[in-house]
């Protein structure tokens, strides 16, 4: 099942039909151990209604924290490693790759973040600005894995290469994350075979493509949600982005009006234009 969310609104698809819920707390909604089976027993509280015709989706979240991983697969220890050499903070990378304790840092939260078929920024003071697709965990309050978004860790890797301690500046400022179009909310754990696409455009042009499957990931899902609510604890969930693999290399960089789009198998597309 997939749960949308329009301003006070959301919407929930189940097998090709629609049903909604108007002036629903989504934060008590979504924040539950077995999701899946709550909204299956409650579906007789919503409204049958067609499935409309999703234009621009706000994200999926409300007064949820937006949380990454970084170095989870072996092209991201090499990109971010390439981007810090003149710096002499590559090695950061290569250790944090090889040991025990995950990077994980602050993304952000609704100020920062975007929908579906909504802007993304690039900094005015970065030279090398790239989009990062991942898969993104929805995670309760109480530590458990409920639901799967496609999310866009846009960075700037001019900033981060020149001092690693300069990280929150090239992740976190106005939109520089994107979430959505929905909540895809199954029954059991997504497929390790699932796979990452991502397209770039400019000028109807496609300047960039690839995909992944995120079996390719080094760390566990479950191994990243326990490293984070260590001494940490989320009163509304979480969202945790797990990282990427998909990293153009460092002769591309993002243009104004260039067209983002990230697909996740069963999920759905997330598009973003740049600003």
């Known amino acids: 099942m997939k749960l949308y969310k329009i301003n006070h609104t959301c919407y929930l698809e189940i097998n090709g039909k629609c049903f909604q819920y108007q002036n629903i707390n989504f934060d008590e909604l979504i924040n539950r151990v077995g999701l899946h089976q709550y909204l299956l027993n409650q579906l007789h509280q919503w409204h049958p209604c067609p499935l409309p015709d999703f234009d621009t989706i706000g994200p999926p979240l409300n007064s949820q924290e937006i949380w990454a991983a970084g170095v989870t697969y072996m092209r991201s220890r090499t990109a971010r490693m390439d981007e810090s050499k003149d710096s002499g903070g590559s090695q950061f990378y290569d250790m944090v790759y090889y040991a025990d304790r995950p990077e ?20 005015k003071d970065s030279t090398w600005n790239v989009p990062e697709p991942e898969l993104t965990l929805f995670v309760s309050s109480s530590k458990t894995i409920e639901a799967y978004t496609v999310g866009n860790d846009v960075s700037s890797r001019s900033i981060e290469g020149q001092n690693p301690l300069y990280l929150p ?19 059991a754990p997504i497929s390790l075979k699932t796979v990452i696409k991502i397209k770039i455009t400019r000028q109807e042009h496609i300047v960039y493509q690839d995909q992944i499957a995120i079996s390719k990931m080094k760390r566990k899902l479950e191994e990243l949600v326990d490293y984070l609510f260590r001494d940490q604890s989320f009163p509304d969930g979480v969202f945790l982005m797990t990282g990427t693999c998909l990293v153009p290399d460092e002769k591309f960089t993002l243009h104004k009006d260039d067209q983002v789009d990230i697909t996740i198998d069963g999920i759905g597309t997330l598009t973003n234009f740049v600003q």
Do not use: D, E, M, T
């Open 104 to 123: 994980l840092f602050y993304k952000g939260n609704f100020r920062r973040c975007v929908g579906h078929n909504q802007p993304i920024s690039i900094r």
């Open 169 to 187: 500046q090239a992740k976190v400022y106005n939109r520089s994350s994107s979430l959505g179009p929905c909540l895809y909310i199954p029954k």
